[in-house]
C-alpha cells in the first residue's frame, strides 16, 4: 500500500476508513496532494475528480441524498474552497450529510503575501454544523476534532468543515502508516419519544379542521398505515408537494390548483385550527402566504433535528421521527366527524375536470411540455427537477408513484441542479430523468465536465428564452431593463454542449415532435441524452396565468 507521507493526512484517511465513508470527490491542486495520494492509492474509496468545485460539491450532495451517507469533497487552498458554498448552504437546508476537506497553509503563512491563500478557518461558519481546524502535525486533539466533524455530519445530518494546514514537500509517500488515530463512535441518540402526547391528543380530537402539509420528504419514508389513518379521517386534509413522494387518492397533491381560486371566504372556510407538518421546504408560495395570513392556532412540526417557524406560528416541535411520532400519537386519537376532508375533495374533483378541459385547449408551452413529459417518465425511475418554474410546473400534475422526485429545495438556487442530479443518479444506480429550464442548466453546464455521467441519464432541457419565472411573476413588464437583468433573454442552445461533452442531442418545438423525441429518448440508454424543447417565451406565462382563472 501507498500512504501519503504527512501524518496529518494519513489521520483523516483512517477516520473516514474506519467511519465506513466510501465516496470521495477529488478537485485538483497541489495543496490537498497527500490526501488526493491518499484516498486515491486506497482501495476503500471510490474517488471521482472532478475539476469544477461548485460542481463537484453539488455531485456530492447528490450522491449523499440518495445513499443517505456522508460524501467528502476534497480541495486545494484558495478560491477553491469558496466554490464550495452553494452546496454547502444547500446541504445546511437541506439536512444532507456532506463533509468538506481543505488543504491550507499553516497559518504563519496566512496574509503574508503567499499565492493561493485565503483565510479558510471558519469560512462556512453561518451554515456550517462543526468547523475542524486542525493544526499542522497529527496530534490527539486534531484526531478528536476530524472524528467530531464527521461523526457531526452523521448524526444532525448537516454539512461540516475540516480545514487541513499541509506544508511542502507535499507529493512524498511511505509504505507504511505512521499513526494509529483514536476512532470515536458518534453518541447514540435515544430514539425513543416518551413526550407526554395526550394533551396534543386532545387537541387534535377537539379540532374538525386539521391540515397536513408535507414538504420535502425522501420516498418510502413514512408507513403506509400511518397515512391511510390519516386519509381517513374526515377532519383532516393532507396536503403534500411533488417533493414530498407521498401518494394516496385522498391527499391533495396540486395545491396551487386548489387553493389559488380561492376567495377571502372560502380561506375563511378552510382555514385549519391546527396544522401538522413534517419533511422539508415547501415549494408553493401561496400555501405559505395563506397559512401566515389566516394563521391556524396551532402549529406542529416534527422532525428529529429541526424545526422552521414558516407561518409564524409554530407552537410545538416534536423532535422526533414522524413514524414515532405517529405510532405513539394514534394511541390517542379518535376519529373525528366533520366535512372539512369531503369539502376539499369536491373541490379536488372539480379542478381536475377545469384543469383537463383547459389543457385540451392549450397551444404547445411550458405547461403543456409538463402534461406530456410526466406520464411518459419510465417506471421506477428518479426525477430530479431544477427550480424556478420547472419545479412550480411539476407540482401541478399527478406523478406516478413509482418515480421518486427531488430537487433542491434547501436554497432553491439554480447554480447546481445538473450537477446534484448527475450525483444522485451515480449514488442511486437507478434511471434518472434530470428536468432542467434553460438558464439553470446554463449556469450549471460544468455539470457535464465530468467522466462519469450514466449512460441512462436523461436530461429534458425546456428552453423557453431566459428564465420563464420572470415573466409569471407579479410586477412583469416588457421593456429592455425587464428583458436584459430579469429574464435574461438569449438565443443560445445546448447543442454545441452535447457536442462537446459526448451527449447524444434530441430537440422538439411542438407536440407531435415531442411525443415522438420522448419515446426515442427513452428507449435508447447507449448513451446519456439530452432533449431540448422550445417553447415560445411569449406565450408561456399567458396561457399558464389563464388556467388559474377557468378553475373554477
Ligand atoms: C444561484 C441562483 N441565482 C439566481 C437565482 C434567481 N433565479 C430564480 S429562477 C431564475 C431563472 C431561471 O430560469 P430557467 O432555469 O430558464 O427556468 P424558467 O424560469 O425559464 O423555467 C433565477 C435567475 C437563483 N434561484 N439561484
Partial sequence: ??????????????????????????????????????????????????????????????????????????????????????????????????????????????????????????????????????????????????NEAINTAFTKKGPVHINVPFEEPLYETVSELTVKPKISSPVETDIIFDEPISGYANIWNASKKKLVLVGVNEPNAIEQQFLDKLAHDPSVVVMIETTSNLHHPKFINTIDSIITPFTHEDFLDFRPEIIVTFGGMIVSKRIKAFLRKYQPNHHWHIDSLRAYDTFGCLTKHFEVQPNLFFQSFFKFTETVESNYNQNLQDIKALRQRKSL???????????????????????????????????????????????????????????????TAIGAAIGSGKPNVFIAGDIGFLYDSNALWNNYIPKN????????????IFRILPGHDETPVFNTFFETSHCLTAEHLCKMYGLDYLTASNETMLEERLKILFSNDDKPTLLEVFTPTLENDKVLLQYFNELV
Wanted: proline share 5%; glycine share 6%.
Fill in 1 to 146: 500500500m501507498i500512504y501519503p507521507k504527512t501524518p496529518l493526512a494519513q489521520s483523516i484517511i483512517e477516520i473516514l476508513r474506519a467511519k465506513g465513508i466510501t465516496n470521495i470527490i477529488i478537485s485538483p491542486g497541489s495543496r490537498n496532494a497527500p490526501l488526493t495520494i491518499g484516498f486515491a492509492s486506497d482501495p476503500n474509496f471510490t474517488c471521482y475528480s472532478i475539476a469544477d468545485e461548485r460542481s463537484a460539491a453539488f455531485f456530492a450532495i447528490g450522491m449523499a441524498q440518495q445513499t443517505k451517507k456522508p460524501v467528502v469533497v476534497v480541495c486545494t487552498s484558495g478560491s477553491a474552497l469558496l466554490n464550495y458554498y452553494p452546496a454547502f448552504a444547500e446541504a445546511f437546508y437541506s439536512q444532507i450529510s456532506f463533509i468538506v476537506i481543505s488543504a491550507d497553509r499553516p497559518q504563519s503563512k496566512i496574509d503574508i503575501g503567499d499565492g493561493q491563500t485565503i483565510r479558510q478557518e471558519n469560512v462556512f461558519d453561518n451554515h456550517s454544523l462543526f468547523n475542524a481546524n486542525l493544526t499542522e502535525n497529527a496530534s490527539d486533539k486534531n484526531d478528536l476534532l476530524i
Fill in 357 to 419: 378541459e383547459y389543457l385540451a385547449k392549450i397551444p404547445f408551452t411550458d405547461f403543456k411540455v409538463f402534461e406530456k413529459v410526466l406520464p411518459a417518465l419510465p417506471k421506477n425511475s428518479q426525477l430530479q427537477i431544477s427550480n424556478s418554474s420547472p419545479i412550480r410546473y411539476a407540482q401541478l400534475f399527478d406523478i406516478e408513484k413509482s418515480i421518486e422526485v427531488f430537487s433542491n429545495r434547501g436554497t432553491s438556487g439554480i447554480d447546481g441542479s445538473t450537477s
Fill in 457 to 468: 441519464f436523461k436530461i429534458i432541457l425546456i428552453n423557453n428564452g431566459g428564465g420563464g
